[in-house]
């Protein structure tokens, strides 16, 4: 018989939860509601929110509005945004995750205070990631973003440098990129860095890590577009090889391999549980003779 377990663990982080809840709030007031970006990294929950009422737009839609309510998403949004909202008399729901806004005040600190002396802030995280884009905006378009140790060669390591973290970044990465750094400061050089990640987030990887390694078949189900699904994806695979990237309940087509009993279900900090809810369901059906 096929033992079917979802994480516990798994679904959307409280920064999601909040923006989906505004989201389904302002639609059960309003005809009319946008949204700047996929309010999650998700699909099939964006289109469960589009069915509603919710109208998914880009920045260049946004500049096109006038008079209107629009969403931004827990990603957080850089200060242009709402400043052409205003010119544009759009009404701003900001669903900023409340700790995406705390690192983006600090980084604005940082930058006016560091400004005049020429310090170099650093962004740890995926460039032209919604989140990224954010805080890069709040040094006016200054902060060098670094995805991979290798990027570091762009920095001058003779001036003074400020790093910080995309929230939801590696722990272990971030590690790294600051051991490197200091290895090539030069003496006297001042290097400040802050450990800006999201706790929620970082402390999934050794949760779903011994969640994958207790069972024998793991289902990952995530959107293709969330660089937090690739990340902890990868980290599921290394903790069991038999470990199988989805999207959608449609994916899985054929019953496990002989002897497979126990199968877990995880997913990413944008992965709603109804889905994993119904890959749970998909699973024992294919199973059933097992």
Known sequence: MIEVEIDKDSGFCFGVVTAIESAERELGNTDTLYCLGDIVHNSLEVERLEHMGLHTIDHEGLSGLRDQKVLLRAHGEPPSTYSLAKQNNITIIDATCPVVLRLQRKIHKCYQETRANNTQ??????KGHAEVNGLVGQTEGTAIVIEKIEDLDRLDFTRAISLFSQTTKSLDGFKAVVEEI???MAEGVEFNYYDTICRQ???RLPNIKAFASSHDWVYFV????????????????????NTLFISEVSEITEPLPEGVRRVGVCGA?????????????RIKELN???
């Open 121 to 126: 802030l650093v962004i740890y995280g995926k």
């Open 182 to 184: 200091k290895k090539r």
């Open 201 to 203: 987030v970082a402390n």
């Open 222 to 241: 995530a959107g293709r577009k969330s660089s937090n699904g690739k990340m902890l994806f990868e980290e599921c695979r290394k903790a069991n090889p």
């Open 269 to 281: 900090t944008s992965t709603p549980k109804w889905l994993m809810e119904e890959v749970a369901v």
């Open 288 to 290: 059933a003779s097992e």
